[in-house]
């Protein structure tokens, strides 16, 4: 594992910015709203061969009691004041991630300066024992570069400030020497040229409240993300790495998403925006639906997003715990998950409660599973003996389809290419129901659960 260095520092001080900046890809979301990150989110670097992970954490907020659970109740009917639990929740998230962190990046506005709040945050960090370095952000040109020298930094504490700017890049490269030279410091070795290990990427999907949130945590086995009854709490896609059966995996909880015309929050409408991108980096989707909802128009678009996307698909059925006589209905609400959802036919179902953790250790091994299907190949044999077989077993066209050759070419997803002679094309004698009826005897012969199949049609002279 690698060593971990946490972010820290003021709402607005730059942290997304440098961790997007560190970590390579526009991975956190970045604003002019206060407040935008709120989980810990997390990113694996590298620099000169050394590997560690980088952490985001949330800005804190300066009318918040620092490291703590309270709130600044004068602030209660202030418009722009974030819900007190949600508060609370994000404070937990800021202890957690410094609990675990090896070293701390302790960022500040240059162009602000120091303030009460950086103080009190001084003072807790030196509590933790841990190595710290104070970072001045958004030093952007020579005049402020020369506030570097300002006592009030030095006063501190933590020596020798670094001067860098998240968004050009300067001094970024002399702040990764600092970095790793203290890393290598600590008495657990930093890893080397250590090989990647590929991960299997499992994006969480589906409408707000219907406890994405709530799956990761339960997952994990700690509190990783924020759950809270608030709609619309996780506000951009947070990964996770975590190992199961020797296997790594990275786990993306993303913000709920809503139909286009109940989105009224700018920021609201980014963080969609950057979920429905999360797909892209995905292996497997988890479509996770609320056992006391009906399928609405918004589930059947994220469905047809993954397919499209061609990723791998899980439907999770949480909430079970609130169904009545959930065992009797079972046959009943598997085909209705099936009815309703038609484009996701091929999709495993997990009934799930994230409150008691019923049927939680389906998840992983079945993910692994899927992926693997993802990957079957088929021999060219196998598949010209299915198609022999079908074409008898449902009377086609002999005559037709003896000149006909089908093929695997790709897999991730699987892909096969069904080769006709042109003359045959241009009668249109092979039917749409056809290559349904194909596609369903292929799931039949090999398991292909979880996974799209793409076939194509080609022609021979």
């Known amino acids: 594992m690698s060593l971990k260095v946490a972010l820290i520092g003021q709402i607005n001080a730059g942290k997304s910015s440098l961790f997007n900046c560190l970590g390579e890809h526009h991975k956190a979301l970045i604003s002019k709203i206060p407040g935008t990150t709120r989980d810990r989110n997390y990113v694996d670097c590298s620099w000169q061969g050394y590997l560690f992970t980088l952490i985001d954490l949330a800005g804190i907020d300066p009318h918040t009691k620092i490291f703590g659970a309270g709130v600044d109740k004068s602030r ?3 418009a722009s004041a974030v819900d007190p639990s949600l508060q609370q929740a994000i404070n937990r998230q800021i202890k957690l991630a410094l609990d675990e962190a090896d070293l701390i990046l302790f960022l500040i506005d240059i162009q602000r300066g120091v303030n009460q709040v950086d103080l009190e945050i001084a003072q807790n960090l030196k509590k933790t024992k841990k190595p710290i370095i104070l970072v001045l952000n958004k030093a952007d040109g020579n005049k402020w570069l020369s506030e570097i020298n300002d006592p009030s930094y030095w006063h501190l504490g933590f020596g020798e400030p670094s001067a860098i700017s998240a968004v050009t890049g300067l001094g970024v490269g ?6 790793t030279n203290q890393l290598k410091k600590l008495n657990r070795p930093t890893e080397k040229n250590k090989k990647a290990v590929s991960a299997i990427n ?10 994405k949130s709530s799956l990761v945590n339960v997952i994990l086995g700690e509190e990783r993300v924020i ?3 608030l ?9 996770t790495v975590l190992y199961f059966d020797q296997k790594k995996f990275l786990l993306i909880d993303t913000a709920g998403v809503r139909k286009k015309s109940k989105i009224k929050k700018e920021i609201e409408r980014i963080g969609v925006i950057k979920s429905l991108k999360t797909v892209r980096r995905a292996d497997v989707a988890l479509l996770v639906l ?4 009906p399928i609405g128009h918004q589930d059947k678009a994220l469905v047809d997003l993954i397919v499209k996307a061609q990723r791998g698909l899980i439907l999770i059925i949480n909430k079970i715990d609130t169904e009545k006589d959930f065992a009797a209905k079972f046959e009943k609400l598997i085909n209705y998950y099936q009815r309703s959802l038609s484009g996701a036919s091929f999709a495993p179902i997990v009934f799930i409660s994230a ?3 019923q049927n939680i250790d389906q998840i992983l091994p079945l993910v692994e599973q899927v992926e693997v299907n993802r990957q079957r190949k088929v021999e060219q044999k196998d598949l010209t003996a299915l198609l022999q077989k079908i074409v008898i077993k449902k009377k086609f066209q002999e005559k037709f389809w003896a000149k006909t050759k089908i093929e695997q070419v790709a897999s991730r ?13 241009r009668r249109k004698l092979l039917h749409p129901a056809q290559l349904d009826i194909i596609e369903k005897e292929i799931r039949k012969h090999w398991p292909f659960e979880g996974t799209p199949i793409k076939i194509n049609l080609d022609t021979i002279t």
């Open 76 to 78: 209660s009917g202030d």
């Open 202 to 211: 499992i994006a969480i999907f589906g409408r707000p409240n219907v406890g």
């Open 174 to 179: 002399d702040l990764l020497d600092r970095l």
């Open 413 to 425: 997803p699987p892909s096969f290419i069904i080769s006709i002679p042109a003359l045959a094309a």
């Open 290 to 293: 609320d056992i006391g909802e």
């Open 355 to 357: 409150l008691t953790k």
């Open 227 to 229: 759950v809270s009854p």
């Open 231 to 239: 709609p619309h709490t996780t506000r951009e896609p947070s990964d």
